[in-house]
């Protein structure tokens, strides 16, 4: 499913930014990338479960989980923040490295036949 197909998409991103950044930029980048993809990983697995679990759920769990969905949205800013500012890290690369959600969405999308879809016949 395309889902399966973003969830091995992110990291596999994240893999190849990392490999990138190693390779064009200094470790304290790469290292930042690295740690950026890992977060951008966390994120997606984290957002896919409480989506799943909302999708399933009856209303009355929805309204719970959609708080939930809230408070991991700011648990992801304070990560962020606290990577940032506590750790050090270098911010070009971590932004390299988080941006890898984004273009796993795209990617594990964009390999998902639009005729197939419409039958309901993803693979």
Not at 45 to 51: F, I
Not at 56 to 64: D, I, L
């Amino acid at each position: 499913s395309s889902i399966q197909r973003i969830t091995l998409a992110v990291p596999a991103l994240g893999l190849v930014a990392a490999l990138l950044t190693f390779l064009f930029a200094d470790a304290r980048v790469g290292v930042a990338t690295v740690v950026g993809a890992l977060v951008a990983a966390s994120n997606w697995m984290a957002l896919r479960w409480l989506v799943g679990r909302a999708i399933r759920g009856s209303v009355r769990s929805r309204n719970g989980l959609m708080l939930l969905l809230s408070g991991k949205m700011l648990l992801l800013g304070l990560v962020c923040w606290g990577l940032l500012t506590r750790f050090g890290l270098e911010p070009f690369g971590f932004a390299i490295g988080l941006s890898s959600v984004g273009g796993g969405i795209f990617l594990g999308s964009v390999f998902v036949s639009p005729a197939r879809t419409a039958l309901g016949e993803e693979s």
